[in-house]
């Protein structure tokens, strides 16, 4: 392992992302991926219920570093133990590498926040790409301001402690009833986030941009008139059809 990689390594996890996969990434729908996905039989990776915080905000790209939280219980949690430097919520915010997710598994919670906007501005300044809960945020106008790309059920403004227990860091996580296992690959846009396992990123990135690509080229076809069928899905005939448009240099017009 190189000392960058390393250096984007936690217990043995790998949080870096190459350049390539990430563009690619960056230009394909959670939808295409869940396509790509269903291909491999994974029925599993969309997180429902998720939204955007922000409508405008960018596409979420990056692996999973992920938060664990249990319901809170009056004699262990209180504002006391929040402010504490070993309480693993801030942990969380210090040490979710570059360019990866902060991915929090609250339970569902909407009692209490599972990040505010002095947390995300940590976060971007610490160039983390993102952070998803199946809980909620609070301070959402101000942390959309940040321009951090999240996803949450809906506002959850209460303290944390009232309702949640940070208890452990960078361990399999459910987030909104999908696994995550650390160094997944997180893609988020306007329908919601999937959830890529590891091991098949480069290849389902592949092959996503390829069904964007041909996308491109259907979407043509069907403003200039064209029926769905025939077309999309693709057929071996309009698969010849795309090729040939992508060998004349994919022209806008016939
Ligand atoms: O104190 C908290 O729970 C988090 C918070 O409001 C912030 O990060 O702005
Ligand atoms: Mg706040």
């Known amino acids: 392992m190189s000392a960058k990689t390393a250096a984007e390594s936690r217990d043995g996890v790998c949080f870096s992302l190459d350049a390539e996969t990430r563009v690619k990434l960056e230009r394909v729908g959670s939808a295409n991926v869940a396509n790509v996905l269903l291909g491999h039989g994974f029925r599993n990776i969309m997180m429902p219920g998720l939204k955007p915080l922000n409508g405008s905000q960018r596409?979420?790209?990056g692996?999973?570093?992920?938060?664990?939280?249990?319901?809170?219980?009056?004699?262990i949690d209180s504002m006391g133990d929040y402010?504490?430097?070993?309480?693993?919520?801030?942990?969380?915010?210090?040490?979710?590498?570059?360019?990866?997710?902060?991915?929090?598994?609250?339970?569902g919670c909407l009692g209490g926040a599972s990040m505010g906007d002095m947390?995300?501005?940590?976060?971007?300044?610490?160039?983390?790409?993102?952070?998803?809960?199946d809980g909620g945020f609070r301070d959402i106008d101000a942390i959309a301001q940040t321009g951090l790309p999240c996803y949450q059920r809906e506002a959850a403004p209460a303290a944390t402690p009232i309702r949640m227990h940070p208890i452990a860091l960078n361990?399999?996580?459910?987030?909104a009833g999908v696994a995550v296992y650390p160094g997944?690959?997180?893609?988020?846009?306007?329908?919601?986030?999937?959830?890529?396992?590891?091991?098949?990123?480069?290849?389902v990135a592949e092959a996503a941009l390829a069904a964007v690509e041909y996308e491109q080229f259907a979407a043509r076809e069907i403003a200039r008139g064209r029926s769905i069928l025939g077309l999309f899905p693709a057929t071996p005939e309009s698969r010849v059809e795309y090729d040939e448009w992508v060998a004349a240099g994919r022209p806008e017009q016939h």
């Open 83 to 107: 402010s504490r430097d070993d309480n693993l919520h801030r942990i969380a915010i210090e040490q979710c590498p570059s360019g990866a997710v902060l991915v929090v598994d609250a339970f």
């Open 59 to 61: 596409q979420l790209v």
């Open 119 to 133: 947390m995300a501005a940590r976060l971007v300044h610490r160039g983390v790409a993102g952070a998803v809960t």
């Open 171 to 175: 361990e399999p996580i459910g987030c």
């Open 184 to 203: 997944d690959v997180l893609v988020g846009d306007g329908d919601g986030v999937a959830v890529i396992p590891r091991e098949l990123v480069t290849e």
């Open 63 to 75: 692996p999973a570093y992920t938060l664990r939280f249990i319901p809170a219980r009056e004699d």
